[in-house]
């Protein structure tokens, strides 16, 4: 099981849950732009360009902020490179493991760099994405693995995230203008470093005619421990050494304790201890907790207590969030609050079962002023069937 990476609920402790409507995601735009401060000081002491990573976290009410304090946004296809121009703007970046003919060349016009994940690819697109006036890119798999959950990690053996480094020689085909790695999840400097290192053979042969190098994602820059001054050494270093100018595609590190998911208790009931049915479900609202898995941290858990299993709406036996302490066994009408939510688990939501998405609030700690962005209804639900 991945721990959860959260310090803990902030300024969200003193959140009034009755404030929202349940099940809603709260996000604390001070606590934001606290990390995008960190970020805009990382990019400019190292020269770089941080770009957001929209698949982590795309909450457009938000993008005059972000866009303020970051060079532009990644994409992971048409989708989201439409996203990334009509509401963030700034450079864009995008990747994806294969493209489609039909939607090569609206994302090239869309896009800044197209990254593409083998040379297969390049012999199919680089002329469409040129065309464009898009930079292409490669992205390479280092064989370099510094992750523990082998579903998180792109080089684990048979990954189809990017080509071989074995595989790709000495040379990469001149229509190639930049790299891109992404080989790490939640992690700090030193697995970066041990990364670089080991793409450091291809990079001393095929750097010095390249523009730039985008080292991914899955750099959590804005824990308050992460080897920040490190980071900003080794960015200006490759950057002088190699003349490329360097890209980091961030999500969670943006988003990073900004936001909780509030849910209700809907019944309580009794199966070999107390389990709780609330409005929040684990495969609709936080699939993580079931992919990765992962126990999310819950606001004001007591270190002991009364355990009881908080569990989905859904019909899937398996749509249990985890078990957890309380001081008093929660009743119906209970308000309670998952920490650290306001990345993955919003852009992942679904309505199986027919359960309702959570909707989407922005609070200010600073002036404690609430804004409900979107509030999500039944035609929300019918209209992506048919
Ligand atoms: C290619 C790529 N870039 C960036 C990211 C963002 O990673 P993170 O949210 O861990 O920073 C991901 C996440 O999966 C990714 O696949």
Same mark, same amino acid.
């Given at each position: ?232 050494? /080794?960015? !200006? &270093?490759?950057?002088?050494? $190699? +003349?490329? %100018?360097?890209?980091?595609?961030? #999500?969670?590190?943006? =988003? *990073? ?58 019909? /899937?036996? !398996? &749509?249990?969030?985890?078990? $957890? +302490?309380? %001081?008093?066994?929660?009743?119906? #009408?209970?308000?309670? =609050? *998952? ?48």
């Amino acid at each position: 099981m991945m721990p959860t990476q959260s310090r803990g609920a902030g300024r969200f402790a003193d959140f009034d849950l009755a404030r929202v409507p349940s099940p809603c995601f709260v996000v604390d735009e001070v606590a934001l732009a606290h990390n995008l401060a960190i970020l805009k000081t990382l990019g400019t002491a190292a020269d770089a360009d941080i770009l957001l990573a929209l698949k982590a976290f795309s909450m457009w009410s938000l993008a005059p902020i972000i866009t303020e304090h970051l060079s532009g946004s990644c994409a992971s296809g048409l989708w989201e490179a439409q996203l990334a121009r009509r509401r963030f703007g700034g450079h864009v970046s995008t990747y994806a493991p294969a493209f489609k003919p039909e939607e090569i060349a609206e994302i090239a016009a869309l896009s800044d760099h197209v990254i593409v994940n083998t040379p297969h690819q390049i012999d199919r697109f680089a002329d469409q994405i040129r065309a464009g006036n898009a930079e292409l890119g490669l992205r390479v798999n280092p064989m370099h693995s510094e992750g523990q959950i082998t579903k998180y990690d792109p080089c684990a053996p048979g990954s189809r995230l990017g080509t071989p480094l074995d595989q790709l020689g000495d040379s990469v085909p001149d229509t190639v203008s930049g790299l891109h790695i992404h080989t790490l999840c939640e992690q700090d400097f030193p697995p970066l470093a041990r990364t670089i290192d080991a793409l450091r053979p291809l990079l001393d042969k095929v750097a010095p005619r390249l523009n730039w190098l985008n080292l991914g994602g899955g750099h959590l820059v804005t824990r308050d421990d992460y080897q920040r001054d490190e980071l900003v050494a /080794l960015l !200006g &270093d490759l950057a002088q050494s $190699y +003349g490329v %100018r360097i890209y980091m595609e961030l #999500g969670t590190a943006v =988003a *990073f304790d900004a936001g909780i998911l509030v849910g209700e208790v809907l019944d309580v009931m009794t199966n070999d201890g107390a389990v709780a049915v609330l409005d929040v479900s684990a495969t609709c609202h936080m699939p993580d907790v079931l992919e990765a898995p992962y126990r999310p941290a819950l606001r004001g858990e007591p270190a002991d207590g009364h355990q009881v299993r908080l569990a989905g709406p859904s019909c /899937l036996a !398996g &749509d249990v969030i985890g078990t $957890y +302490g309380f %001081r008093d066994v929660p009743r119906a #009408g209970d308000r309670l =609050a *998952f920490l650290d939510q306001a990345h993955y688990s919003m852009v992942k939501t679904t309505t199986f079962n027919g359960v309702a998405l959570p909707s989407l609030a922005v609070w200010n700690s600073d002036t404690d002023e609430l804004r409900m962005v979107r509030r999500f209804d039944y035609s929300d639900f019918e209209g992506r069937l048919s």
